[in-house]
């Protein structure tokens, strides 16, 4: 067995134990909002290893590097959307204060990825 189908056993593998964890989060007497956040975040390495291992597995019958960085590159993308539609929903339900940890760090990322994308796609001040 080589070593690319060993890592794709190990993530087969490491995605089975991610949704058995979340089966076993159900029976714990946690609170049930901190449970839904660590579900969606198992839910969004569940579905990050499944897509590194589908592109592995792609990239054994077409060696294209690219198509893997760039199916990674869209899942990140996908996860950072989720991520910013649950942040913008604890927004709204004022579950975050002014004097959060972190949340000058997001929303200085926030800021970069804007300028970025002015950069890209042209400024937003016409």
């Not at 990140?76 to 991520?83: G, I, K, P, T, V």
């Not at 204060?97 to 001040?125: C, E, H, P, W």
Request: hydrophobic fraction near 35%; charged fraction near 30%.
């Amino acid at each position: 067995m080589d070593v690319r189908t060993r890592a794709i056993d190990r993530l087969q593998k490491v995605c089975s134990e991610l949704a058995e964890l979340d089966t076993e989060l159900k029976e714990c007497d946690i609170d049930a909002n901190a449970v839904g956040i660590f579900r969606r975040t198992l839910d969004q390495m569940h579905k990050t290893a499944s897509t590194l291992q589908q592109g592995m597995e792609r990239s054994r019958l077409s060696p294209d590097g690219q198509s893997l960085l760039a199916l990674l590159i869209e899942e990140r993308m996908r996860r950072a959307s989720q991520l910013n539609t649950d942040i913008s929903k604890d927004f709204e339900a004022g579950q975050i204060r002014t004097d959060q940890d972190g949340l000058s760090v997001y929303l200085l990322a926030l800021n970069q990825i804007m300028q970025q994308r002015d950069l890209m796609f042209g400024s937003r001040k016409a």
